[in-house]
């Protein structure tokens, strides 16, 4: 992939991504605060419960809603793996502007899948926006001057959005499952216009072998009453707990030799699309708040300049965004962007706009802080 020539050609693509972004980081950030509560809350408080930036919008009624496939409502509890993936094919089911595919399996033998979610217009030329956007990743394939800057003018730009590449890191995959129901069932303006201009690939659910096994882990070890203590078994886990896979590799080490068939599948798909913007979310330590971009020093030189100004603008708008609702969060600090052993950073080399998020971590249950909160 060429990416210095990608990143010019593309550079007004981002721009249409931009300004919706820090709503797929947001989501997480909600399904964390959630989870956080769901020992303290009732079944019927949750259901009620919706984010603050999306009080206003209007959700088409024949769009299930997660409850209404898991029996719960989301952050009630984590979901498992086959809830998910009834849920996600229920969604691709109900919309034409949803589909569903399976791109690999673990070692386990669960499937992988990811959905892709995009107007109807743009459903029926999938095939072309691919094929289009493979040749502005290679200025070798285009035929003719000037034929990269009309693919830019027509083509909608490409998100994918990664969840739970460790298996123990719980919120995200669940807000996952809340991203593409927001997507698939908004009618508000805003979110037709998304749509329009950008197909969003969402994978709920990298490593399900590993939260599989945490969760199971979980089960056992949780009591009738809930433990906010983080020093308790529920917190801590079993050893080996889920953020490696089967083997216990962990995935988000692989993206230079590509050991692991659930990293080998995923980096073939992610190439196939050349997604202009990459996210992976994550969690942190319990006690911690929400870290995202900029990275600190040292940045790896074969990083373009073109791909860390727009993971500054990126910044710079998700902070806005959370400073807008009063959420901690910091930079740069542990953060570095030296190896191209991460998924963000591997998405970067290749010339999309690689974003990291992260939050604290929950476990699924409520936490205590050293304040005293829970």
């Known amino acids: 992939m060429n990416s210095i020539h990608r990143i010019k050609v593309t550079s007004n693509k981002i721009s249409q991504v931009r300004k919706y972004v820090y709503f797929f980081g947001m989501a997480v950030v909600v399904i964390c605060l959630l989870l956080c509560s769901c020992g303290a809350k009732s079944q019927a408080q949750l259901t009620n419960q919706v984010p603050p930036f999306v009080e206003s919008v209007d959700f088409d009624p024949a769009i299930p809603t997660p409850e209404s496939i898991t029996g719960h409502a989301v952050a009630a509890k984590a979901v498992r793996y086959h809830e998910l993936i009834r849920y996600l094919q229920t969604l691709a089911d109900a919309s034409k502007q949803v589909t569903l595919t399976a791109y690999g399996q673990t070692h386990e033998g669960r499937k992988l899948y990811y959905l892709t979610i995009t107007s109807e217009a743009n459903h029926k030329r999938l095939n072309q926006i691919k094929a289009d956007n493979a040749k502005l990743s290679d200025p070798r394939k285009l035929n003719e001057p000037g034929q990269g800057n009309q693919l830019v003018k027509t083509l909608p730009a490409v ?187 591997w ?25 005293g909160k829970e």
């Open 159 to 345: 998100a994918w959005l990664n969840y739970s590449i460790h298996g123990d890191e719980l919120s995200s995959t669940d807000a996952a499952m809340y991203v593409a129901y927001h997507l698939t069932a908004a009618r508000d303006d805003a979110n037709r216009k998304l749509l329009d201009q950008v197909v969003i690939h969402i994978n709920p659910l990298v490593n399900p072998d590993g939260r599989e096994r945490y969760l199971s882990h979980l089960e056992q070890l949780t009591g009738v009453v809930s433990s906010p203590d983080l020093q308790s078994m529920q917190h801590q886990a079993l050893w080996s707990r889920g953020r490696g896979n089967h083997y216990l590799f962990d995935l988000n080490r692989d993206w230079l030799v590509h050991l692991q068939p659930e990293v080998r599948a995923l980096a073939e798909v992610v190439l196939s699309w050349n997604p202009h913007m990459l996210v992976d979310s994550h969690e942190q330590n319990a006690y911690d708040t929400y870290l995202f971009d900029p990275p600190r020093d040292p940045i790896n030189i074969n990083l373009s300049p073109k791909v860390l100004n727009w993971r500054k603008r990126f910044s710079s708008d998700q902070a806005k965004a959370f400073n807008r609702y009063g959420w901690s969060y910091y930079t740069r600090d542990w953060y570095s962007e030296w190896s191209p052993i991460y998924t963000n950073a």
């Open 347 to 371: 998405a970067s080399m290749q010339g999309a706009i690689g974003l990291l998020y992260e939050q604290a971590r929950v476990d699924a249950a409520s936490v205590k802080h050293p304040t």
